[in-house]
């Protein structure tokens, strides 16, 4: 008798523990492995459950809980300076480089396309580089120019326009087609007009927009790093969308070296724009040497053509820019657009 009173006093004592333990045992092993999370937020200060509440109340509760916390966190906009420009960079250019290996420095890119991974891009950025015959050229900008640009935190992709056939070179027209072409794929804020054959030492030289439009070469090598002239407004250009909008683009005349892009300052100067410019220490580029084009003779009608800008501007642009696309191909470093813009 005396064995079942102990027993008698040490269950009525530790029973109701005992119970919430074996309760507890017996709930976590049923909701054990894949909702071992939904288990720790249930215990969060700020969950409460109420009496009454269904097993599938409580669920659902969980679930919602976790969805909250499994949920990204959206990225703070990228620094007014990104804390990864190094500044002036001593520039190279290897023989032995290929393709291929400028491809493996840039696993990041994605169909010629960056995007920062730990902040949110100020501008998105579309580069369009017009291209005939300058393989070794822009194997030289694509090794240059995809670091230079992810230092600066930008969200850019690299358009390249390829000029079908042997007729005379239209550098200004294709630039009117990577235009027209690259809002295909994306709004893009900002644009950048870039000659293959000039590479950007400084990277405190931003390839974004500005309120008024920028031509961001000052200075290269083969003038000294000093303006090629008053009023140049060639080589790398920055426009916003809507910027090169209202000036119309570039004219689609201009076939052969030299004129356009004095007929696009022009019209920036009809619009009451103002060309502002990077310090001249900081705008400074590598040209690669070359011999000139076949097919990119100089433009024995530029002037002429220069005279009429003013009168021409509102139907000579993108609202009058007829190609035929040959062809799109998304290679891992930028996107190939391969047209037929007529002939001259």
Same mark, same amino acid.
């Given at each position: 008798?005396?064995?079942?009173?102990? #027993?008698?006093?040490?269950?009525?004592?530790?029973?109701?523990?005992?119970?919430?333990?074996?309760?507890? #045992?017996v709930?976590?092993?049923?909701?054990?492995?894949?909702?071992?999370?939904?288990?720790?937020?249930?215990?969060?200060?700020?969950?409460?459950?109420y009496k009454g509440?269904?097993?599938?109340?409580?669920?659902?509760?969980?679930?919602?809980?976790?969805?909250?916390?499994?949920?990204?966190?959206?990225?703070?906009?990228?620094?007014?300076?990104?804390?990864?420009?190094?500044?002036?960079?001593?520039?190279?250019?290897?023989?032995?480089?290929?393709?291929?290996?400028?491809?493996?420095?840039?696993?990041?890119?994605?169909?010629?396309?960056?995007?920062?991974?730990?902040?949110?891009?100020?501008?998105?950025?579309?580069?369009?580089?017009?291209?005939r +015959?300058?393989?070794?050229?822009?194997?030289?900008?694509?090794?240059?120019?995809?670091?230079?640009?992810?230092?600066?935190?930008?969200?850019?992709?690299?358009?390249?326009?390829q000029?079908?056939?042997?007729?005379?070179?239209?550098?200004?027209? #294709?630039? +009117?087609?990577?235009?027209?072409?690259?809002?295909?794929?994306?709004?893009?804020?900002?644009?950048?007009?870039?000659?293959v054959? #000039?590479?950007?030492?400084?990277?405190?030289?931003?390839?974004?927009?500005?309120?008024?439009?920028k031509?961001l070469?000052? @200075?290269?090598?083969?003038t000294?790093?000093?303006l090629?002239?008053?009023?140049?407004?060639?080589?790398?250009?920055?426009?916003?969308k809507?910027?090169?909008?209202?000036? +119309?683009?570039?004219? +689609?005349?201009?076939?052969g070296?030299?004129?356009e892009?004095?007929?696009?300052?022009?019209?920036?100067?009809?619009?009451?724009?103002?060309i502002?410019?990077?310090?001249?220490?900081?705008?400074?580029?590598?040209?690669?040497?070359?011999?000139?084009?076949?097919g990119?003779?100089i433009?024995?009608y530029r002037?002429?053509?220069?005279?009429?800008?003013?009168?021409?501007?509102?139907?000579? @642009?993108?609202?009058?820019?007829?190609?035929?696309?040959?062809?799109?191909?998304?290679?891992?470093?930028?996107?190939?657009?391969?047209?037929?813009?007529?002939?001259?």
């Open positions: 008798m005396a064995f079942f009173f102990h #027993l008698k006093r040490i269950l009525h004592k530790y029973f109701l523990p005992l119970f919430l333990l074996l309760s507890l #045992l709930w976590f092993t049923a909701f054990s492995g894949g909702k071992l999370k939904s288990f720790h937020i249930s215990l969060a200060p700020t969950q409460t459950l509440d269904s097993l599938k109340d409580e669920l659902n509760i969980l679930v919602k809980a976790s969805n909250r916390i499994d949920t990204p966190k959206p990225k703070e906009e990228c620094p007014q300076e990104s804390p990864l420009l190094r500044g002036a960079v001593k520039l190279t250019f290897e023989p032995s480089l290929t393709l291929k290996d400028v491809e493996e420095e840039n696993k990041e890119v994605t169909e010629g396309q960056y995007e920062p991974l730990d902040c949110t891009s100020r501008q998105s950025v579309a580069i369009l580089i017009p291209h +015959n300058r393989e070794r050229h822009l194997l030289y900008i694509l090794h240059h120019l995809h670091p230079f640009l992810q230092r600066q935190q930008l969200h850019y992709s690299i358009y390249i326009i000029q079908a056939g042997d007729e005379t070179f239209n550098r200004a027209k #294709l630039l +009117n087609v990577g235009y027209l072409e690259a809002l295909k794929d994306y709004d893009w804020d900002c644009f950048i007009f870039h000659d054959d #000039l590479v950007p030492e400084n990277d405190h030289n931003l390839y974004v927009c500005d309120e008024q439009p031509h070469v000052v @200075g290269r090598n083969a000294g790093y000093k090629r002239y008053k009023g140049y407004f060639g080589g790398v250009t920055a426009l916003t809507d910027q090169f909008y209202q000036v +119309n683009g570039f004219s +689609n005349a201009y076939w070296w030299g004129g892009d004095d007929d696009l300052r022009i019209r920036v100067e009809l619009q009451k724009m103002k502002v410019r990077p310090p001249s220490d900081v705008a400074r580029y590598t040209m690669v040497f070359h011999n000139r084009d076949s990119n003779e433009n024995k002037m002429e053509l220069l005279r009429k800008t003013q009168h021409v501007w509102r139907k000579d @642009g993108i609202n009058s820019c007829s190609y035929k696309t040959l062809s799109i191909q998304r290679l891992p470093l930028y996107v190939n657009v391969t047209v037929d813009i007529g002939k001259p």
